[in-house]
C-alpha cells in the first residue's frame, strides 16, 4: 500500500499563488509516476499535471504557463507551485500515483478556493 497526504491547499485571491505538497509513504517502490487532479461538484475529476521517476512532465492545457510541477525523490514529495490563480482554479486536488505494475493510489484531497 502507498500512502499519500497532501497539504498547502486553501483560500487565494485571484492572481495569487499557492504550493501543495504531496508526501508518499509506505511500499513505495515502483512509483512509475505522480501528479495532481482536481475535481469539482458534479464535474470529472481532471488531470492537472503528471511527473514521471525520470523527470519528464505533462500539463493540462488550462494550467501551462502558470503551474509547475516537481518532485523530491529524497523525501519522496512530489509539489505543484500554481501561479496567476483564476477562480476557476477552484476545486479539490488530489494527488495521484502509479506504479510500473499498473495499481495506483489517490490521497483525500486538498480543497483550493480562488475568490476575492
Known amino acids: 500500500q502507498v500512502q499519500l497526504v497532501e497539504s498547502g491547499g486553501g483560500l487565494v485571491q485571484p492572481g495569487g499563488s499557492l504550493r501543495l505538497s504531496c508526501a508518499a509513504s509506505?511500499?513505495?517502490?515502483?512509483?512509475?509516476?505522480m501528479g495532481w487532479y482536481r475535481q469539482t461538484p458534479g464535474k470529472q475529476r481532471e488531470l492537472v499535471a503528471i511527473?514521471?521517476?525520470?523527470?519528464?512532465?505533462n500539463y493540462a492545457d488550462f494550467v501551462k504557463g502558470r503551474f509547475t510541477i516537481s518532485r523530491d525523490n529524497a523525501k519522496n514529495t512530489v509539489y505543484l507551485q500554481m501561479n496567476s490563480l483564476k477562480p476557476e482554479d477552484t476545486a479539490v486536488y488530489y494527488c495521484?500515483?502509479?506504479?510500473?505494475?499498473?495499481?495506483?493510489?489517490w490521497g483525500p484531497g486538498t480543497q483550493v478556493t480562488v475568490s476575492s
Open positions: 509506505g511500499n513505495i517502490f515502483s512509483i512509475y509516476a
Open positions: 495521484h500515483a502509479v506504479k510500473t505494475t499498473g495499481y495506483d493510489y
Open positions: 511527473i514521471t521517476i525520470n523527470g519528464g512532465t
